[in-house]
């Protein structure tokens, strides 16, 4: 019950701070470039388009309310209410996801795009990954600067390989690399067995991993600055 | 309600919290005055369970704080001296919020706005309240889910002298209803006002924990300060306690000469800077 109420305040707070319009606006841009490029070359671009805009934003978008929330000292207030970091964590991953989960699916029916509820489910967990990655960074930082540099090695290393992959420079044990299982699902394939687990397995360790930030910060609030 | 013992408490090898021991039961008004960087908010966050590395015993209602489970929460308001509002939201919209938060059934929020004087203003965005109102509108939310323990930070900060009077009568009316209040403030009139103790806080360390009344009885001498005409006006000052045996005093009475008599004792910010030689600044 309080989850689904922290759920529907987030949601609130990222329309009312115009995530939903800004989206809205881009989601209209990016459906428009793809219907003017030629059919040949959509299928490819629109996996990379979906991979690393609307899920990928999850780090950009945690970094965004994160700082917000410090800045209007709103952490003060849920750091001394019944919310646990678990649930303030899945909150905003569930939110988030929320969001780029209406993009991705706007944006591939839209192309044409088969497969689409593991496209979906790509789709929710490369946000998840996204999202808990910006959580860990944005809990350190105190600007924005600050975070668009911190997250720049994140990008390299989410990105990099799974673009490679896309286009084919493929080498064997990247197909285990969270990130590719994750493009391979956006693409519309669908993983093995160990693929999930390793996936699920990547997602509880940077849970835990923003469990801890975020714990650390809470008790970072307020207090003697020494 | 709430038992200290032997508190140590540091963020480095200094140490910062220094074995502080003290009770605070149910339905008192306990107040922390201190300078800045005295240690009171860092005692608050030990009593709110934020800072779970202290040494000694910190219990509040039964629990010890380093180990309480989230549910403690549901029994604790924090009234913090500062915004924690999103400010994009309504102050309706931020309150409906917080509230969801909690088991408890919330409070009217309509009820608590009006009471506070912002039912006009209950659909503004909080990013255009004035700082006055910032403040009320912490207090309410602080009070919505109807907790036992209320922890205030400058309550009173911003307030112009009617909505202090109205925060001031909103606090002294929780306490009735039994609740338990901790106060923190550097304003030693509503320290006076409303606490039924204060610890003066410095250096990490409680320098003196008293009753208001007490602390001012036992440390300053009361007086009384008398006028009269005599080659223009004069001024005499003297102890309360030795009013009989001043002869000067007698005879103005006697003679109906005095222009003005009054008594005068030494406020609590003329005690804690008596006893820590510390200005509350």
């Not at chain 1, 305040?9 to 003017?36: C, N, P």
């Not at chain 1, 999850?58 to 000292?73: D, N, P, Y």
């Not at chain 2, 990490?204 to 009361?222: E, F, K, T, V």
């Amino acid at each position: 019950m309080r989850m689904e109420k922290l759920i529907a305040g987030d949601v609130k707070f990222q329309r009312k701070y115009g995530f939903y319009f800004l989206y809205a606006i881009l989601t209209i841009i990016y459906i428009t470039a793809i219907l003017a490029i030629p059919q040949s070359w959509r299928g490819k671009i629109v996996t990379l388009l979906i991979f690393s805009d609307p899920p990928a934003m999850g780090m950009f978008f945690m970094g965004a309310i994160v700082l917000l929330e410090k800045s209007q000292r709103v952490l003060c207030t849920l750091a001394v209410s019944p919310i646990t970091p678990q649930e303030y964590i899945a909150s905003k991953m569930i939110s988030v996801s929320l969001i780029s989960l209406l993009v991705a699916v706007s944006i591939a029916l839209a192309a044409g795009k088969d497969h689409l509820f593991i496209l979906g489910m790509g789709t929710v967990l490369t946000s998840m990954i996204f999202t808990l990655l910006g959580m860990i960074v944005a809990v350190k930082i105190e600007s924005l600067n600050q975070f668009i540099l911190w997250t720049v090695p994140f990008e390299i290393i989410g990105f990099g390989p799974a673009v490679l992959y896309l286009f084919g420079v493929d080498f064997p044990v990247f197909q285990y690399y969270p990130a590719n299982i994750c493009i391979n699902m956006v693409a519309g394939r669908l993983p093995g067995g160990l693929k999930i687990v390793i996936l699920c397995i990547f997602i509880a360790i940077l849970f835990g991993l923003a469990q801890k930030s975020v714990l650390r910060m809470w008790n970072r609030l307020g207090g003697a600055k020494l | 309600m709430i038992t200290v013992n032997n508190l140590n408490y540091s963020y480095t090898d200094k140490p910062f919290i220094r074995d502080m021991s003290f009770r605070v039961s149910r339905g008192e008004i306990f107040g922390f005055l201190g300078p800045s960087g005295a240690g009171k908010s860092t005692l608050q966050k030990i009593l709110t369970g934020m800072l779970p590395d202290y040494q000694g015993q910190v219990q509040v209602h039964g629990v010890e704080c380093k180990k309480h489970k989230k549910d403690f929460y549901e029994n604790i308001g924090v009234d913090f001296e500062f915004s924690t509002m999103y400010e994009k939201l309504t102050a309706r919209e931020n309150l409906n919020f917080f509230s969801s938060l909690y088991k408890k059934k919330s409070k009217s929020i309509e009820g608590l706005l009006e009471k506070m004087g912002l039912a006009q203003d209950a659909d503004k965005r909080v990013s255009e309240y004035s700082k006055g109102m910032k403040a009320r509108l912490n207090f309410i939310k602080a009070l919505l889910h109807d907790p036992a323990l209320l922890c205030l930070d400058e309550p009173t900060s911003g307030l112009d002298p009617t909505n202090n009077r109205l925060m001031k009568d909103m606090i002294l009316e929780e306490k009735a209803k039994g609740k338990t209040i901790l106060l923190t403030t550097h304003n030693m009139q509503d320290a006076t006002e409303l606490c039924d103790r204060v610890a003066f806080i410095v250096g990490g360390q409680i320098m003196a924990l008293d009753s208001p009344h007490n602390l001012i009885m036992s440390r300053g001498a009361r007086t009384v300060t008398y006028r009269w005409q005599e080659n223009g006006e004069q001024t005499a000052v003297c102890a309360l306690d030795e009013i009989s045996t001043d002869q000067r005093l007698q005879m103005l009475i006697h003679d109906n000469r005095l222009l003005s008599i009054h008594s005068s004792e030494p406020t609590l910010n003329d005690i804690f800077m008596d006893i820590t030689g510390r200005a509350l600044v």
